[in-house]
């Protein structure tokens, strides 16, 4: 068994098993903790791949942001997902029809699937085994498709600005840290030298 | 690698674009620092920002395709793109006055318009599936987060989540139908489809695709059967926001549908021309016989606006460059009158507030005899009456669709225009003979000097714009043939 094929088959087995732990774990911080678990074991599939810019795309954005957005719903909210979740293995056998027969239905497709010879080199940007992937998204992401790049840029711009416009309230009777006051102040406004004669008080 | 950006200069055709870009993140900025009392300076800020980069696109024309072929400047984009930030220009000073009543009086509601606008300046100049779909949601986020911009009010939070929630359905539409267009010609180039279509010729997938994507930009245009968000968005939202829904976006979906059935659907027109029939008629019939039951003047305007894009639509419906430049000249006029109207709904108020219902306009020619006057011959104008605007503007359209042997459509369409007379008349009744009820507060000076220039364009249009304004569409039309 060559090295490659004994990492996928570890990655898979490890993926399939926390993908099952995810939903039937009790405890959702669990639950959360196996899916970054199969996020990582995904992206190790995705490195073996070759694919290595999905593989860091799939920890930066899903573990670093989705699962960790999972676990602070999970902690702050207070959802019983306990009483959500009631009875939810008890669907698991017709689950396994479904995914038995869709499972059967793709390894038809896949049987009678013919990728046409052309389809490759007629593609816009032909894949250029030379260059790793990470190089070819970035030769052409601030030059063939800057326009796109940067519209798609705008758009995340009008998310934030509308985010901030319809949620964001001012609370007047905050206090709030202004370091530039603080580090303006000067010993002589803050600090009174007294000179104290012993046995005396102020 | 290979990118046709080479210098600077080479931007040329996109330095509108690149200035509303940038003119945007500058005001953004300035508006987060300038304290909030202040916050009109950058509404004014984005007025004259508008207003310059309309005169770049206007005066300075650089045309061509750029950016590896997704980005077009033709006369057709630059007329429409005049129009379009025209529109936004002019619904931004309509939001000016008592805009803390409106919730307009936040600086970000400017920087929104200002980036709407860029994007509905991306579609107009779409030359790819995927610029189309960035410009277009671009523009439609904005729109939804302006639709719900007064946050505390119930109707406007209501009419920003239905517009969400329906706008993402028609994305979901335009996109599904974009697939099947890459899918069944390999391109997403509007040039290179129009090449694979003459190539391999129509086929039912292609077919598919091309309803579908007519379909999400039916519902940008509020065509009729996608027009159903469009009188409980017009109403929910503040009138300042309705002026500017009703106004630019039609403007930019308008150019968007032009380019694709004139441009890259070219080889199956007689399939599009179904489509834009169906749409035509049912926009005109249903928008003429629906509104005549309204008591909400905001939404009157909703259905008055979906039958306007109908009659728009009967100019499309030809199929051939007079049609173009009918459809061109319609949204011009649309526009002015829209614009005028607007400012003459927002002028009038009462000690209640602001008029909501048509009712409440009893006795408006007695004590505020300028602005009904105004408001009376925009109402004659959007019926068709020579010789004003209106008139002309259906005409070019009608002419069109005659030219092209398309009497039903052109008889169906002068009729549904006769029926609409009847709830424009009404309004115009309600001013005039009905007693005044309640006494109307006085009316802001810029909303004065906008209601005169509608007034004044809408009136004299024969004898003053008429003229250029043909000029200027039929260049603009013949870029496309």
């Known amino acids: 068994m060559t090295l490659p094929l004994f990492f996928f088959y570890l990655f898979a087995a490890i993926l399939v098993a926390s993908a099952l732990m995810v939903i039937s774990a009790r405890n959702p911080v669990h639950a959360v903790l196996f899916l970054i678990l199969a996020f990582f074991n995904a992206s190790g599939l995705f490195m073996l791949a070759g694919a290595e810019f999905l593989a860091l795309l799939l920890i930066v954005v899903y573990v670093g942001a989705v699962a960790v957005l999972f676990l602070f719903v999970v902690m702050m909210l207070d959802v019983d997902f306990a009483s959500l979740r009631q009875g939810f293995l008890q669907y698991a056998p017709v689950g396994v029809v479904v995914g038995v027969i869709l499972l059967l239905e793709l390894l038809l497709l896949a049987g009678s699937f013919v990728v046409s010879p052309e389809a490759a080199s007629g593609s816009v940007l032909p894949i250029d085994a030379a260059t790793d992937n990470m190089r070819a998204i970035g030769l052409v992401l601030y030059t063939r498709y800057v326009f796109l790049f940067q519209g798609a840029a705008a758009v995340l711009l009008v998310a934030m600005i509308g985010a901030i416009v319809l949620t964001l309230r001012h609370k007047t009777n905050v206090k709030r840290q202004n370091p530039v006051d603080q580090v303006a102040r000067r010993p002589s406004e803050t600090l009174e030298v007294v000179k104290v004669k012993s046995g005396q008080g102020l | ?481």
Not at chain 2, 193 to 204: K, N
Not at chain 2, 288 to 305: D, H, N, T, V
Not at chain 2, 416 to 428: D, E, G, N, P
Request: negative net charge.
């Open chain 2, 1 to 481: 690698m290979n990118s046709d950006v080479t210098d600077f200069a080479s931007l040329a055709p996109a330095y509108p674009e690149m200035l509303l870009a940038v003119g945007a993140i500058v005001l953004l900025l300035v508006g987060v620092v300038i304290n909030k009392e202040r916050s009109l300076l950058v509404s004014y800020g984005a007025v004259l920002l508008l207003l310059v980069v309309g005169s770049l696109v206007l005066f300075a024309p650089a045309e061509g395709v750029l950016f590896n072929g997704v980005f077009i400047s033709d006369s057709f984009a630059r007329y429409m793109k005049v129009l379009v930030l025209g529109g936004s220009a002019f619904s931004l000073m309509l939001a000016l006055p008592r805009a803390e009543e409106y919730g307009t009086h936040k600086f970000e509601y400017a920087i929104l318009v200002l980036l709407a606008t860029l994007g509905m300046m991306a579609m107009v100049s779409a030359n790819d599936l995927m610029s189309l779909y960035v410009g277009l949601e671009l523009q439609s986020l904005s729109l939804y987060v302006l639709a719900a911009i007064k946050r505390d009010d119930s109707r406007a939070t209501e009419a920003g989540l239905k517009y969400f929630v329906l706008g993402a359905l028609s994305s979901g539409m335009l996109l599904y139908g974009a697939s099947m267009v890459y899918g069944f010609t390999g391109h997403t180039n509007l040039q290179e489809i129009v090449i694979a279509i003459a190539d391999e010729g129509r086929s039912i997938g292609l077919i598919f695709g091309m309803v579908f994507l007519l379909s999400g930009v039916a519902f940008k245009i509020s065509a009729v059967p996608f027009h159903m968000w469009t009188p409980d968005v017009y109403e929910g939202a503040p009138t300042p926001v309705t002026a500017f829904f009703a106004t630019a976006p039609k403007v930019a979906a308008m150019a968007l549908l032009v380019r694709l059935v004139m441009d890259t659907f070219q080889g199956i027109t007689s399939d599009w021309q179904q489509v834009v029939i169906f749409l035509s008629i049912a926009s005109m019939v249903l928008a003429a016989f629906a509104a005549i039951g309204q008591k909400s003047i905001k939404r009157l305007i909703a259905y008055s606006s979906i039958g306007h894009v109908g009659f728009a639509l009967v100019g499309l419906s030809s199929g051939t460059q007079v049609g173009v430049e009918g459809v061109a000249i319609y949204m011009a006029i649309y526009v002015a009158m829209t614009v005028g109207l607007f400012a003459c709904l927002l002028s009038l108020r009462t000690e209640n507030g602001a008029v909501e219902t048509i009712d409440e306009l009893a006795g408006a020619a007695q004590k505020r005899p300028f602005v009904a006057a105004v408001m009376a011959i925009i109402m004659f104008s959007l019926i068709g009456m020579p010789p004003l605007a209106g008139f002309f503007a259906k005409w070019h359209a009608f002419l069109a669709a005659i030219d092209a042997q398309l009497y039903v459509l052109a008889v169906i369409g002068v009729l549904a225009s006769a029926v609409s007379a009847f709830y424009y008349l009404r309004v115009v009744k309600v001013m005039y003979f009905d007693e005044p009820v309640r006494d109307f507060e006085a009316v802001p000076a810029e909303l004065n000097i906008i209601i005169g220039v509608s007034g004044f364009l809408v009136v004299t249009y024969y004898f003053t714009v008429g003229g250029p304004l043909a000029n200027f569409a039929h260049t603009a039309a013949g870029s496309l043939f």
